[in-house]
């Protein structure tokens, strides 16, 4: 099927850059390819310059002369966009604090349950669309008190729908699309055979992320995104997620959750710390661990 030949691709471009204590420069070149106010592509590179700010501009210019070649000759077939299927399995490090615990059977239970707990995510991405979903494969000994089942993420809409399990009930969580800043450093480090990057989310630091520019990818797991490539390793407050594959998938169509109670992350959270501090108080002892 071919493109209607009024249907003029529009392509934009945005260079977001930095400079490192050594006068190196580090920036995002980010192309969004629209047809009729619909994103039908995105690319994002990540560049590293030791020289100067020309450079980067330079590049700018020649990457976004290819992606234009490129996305013109994709829309000549105008074929329905392949999707990429992500799996990430966690794994939970065992904090000092676990050791500390006073009673030996309290704590030879709870290490063991950190050590075997393995949770399981795919994350598929689609045109403009990503869905993460936690698959049945999850083998959870330590469970989540708000667990997110389905994150869906929509650039085209700038909205986020999560859909998340508290006390047995399914609750439904629409927010507008945050803009997640990232500090990426320069450095690198091989992670399961990937060229990897290493980026800090501004704002909240206990997210990082292990990213490689070799694979432009617009989401990461659990909901995050904004970076130039494939997350392969991501390390959050609750756990730590590795890439386990990658695969291309087609006839993808990718929709968001609507089976749960409309409700805000904040009206859950209060419900959730009221039902916590009812629990703490019936208790005998209570022991808190960092």
Known sequence: MQAP??????????VTYSRNPDGSYV???????????????????????????????????????TL???????????????????????????TNELYEIENPFARDIMIKAVKED?????????????????????????????????????????????????????YLIKNTLEKYEWDISDSTKQISGYNCYKAKLKGKPGVTAWFTPDVPFGCAPYGYYGLPGLVVHMEIPMFNLDLESITEVDGVQLNPPTEGKPTTEK????????????????????????
């Open 68 to 94: 234009i070649m490129f996305s013109l000759i994709s829309l000549s077939a105008y074929s329905q966009p392949k999707g990429i299927k992500c799996i990430y399995s966690t794994n939970m490090p065992v």
């Open 267 to 290: 009206g859950l959270t209060k419900d959730a710390n009221k039902a916590l501090e009812e629990l703490m108080n019936k208790a005998d002892k209570v022991t808190k661990i960092e």
């Open 5 to 14: 030949e009024n249907d003029i691709p529009d392509f934009k471009t945005e």
């Open 118 to 170: 393995k949770k399981v995510y795919s994350l598929t991405g689609v045109d403009g669309k990503f869905l993460c979903v936690k698959e049945p494969e999850t083998h959870e000994t330590m469970p989540l008190t708000m667990d997110k089942l389905q994150i869906y993420v929509d650039f085209n809409d700038n909205v986020e729908v999560s859909q998340v399990k508290y006390a047995n009930k399914l």
């Open 27 to 65: 920036a995002i070149v980010t192309t969004v390819v629209t047809l009729n106010g619909k994103v039908i592509a995105q690319y994002m590179e990540f560049v590293v310059s030791h020289h100067d700010l020309n450079q980067i501009h330079n590049i700018k210019a020649m990457k976004f002369i």
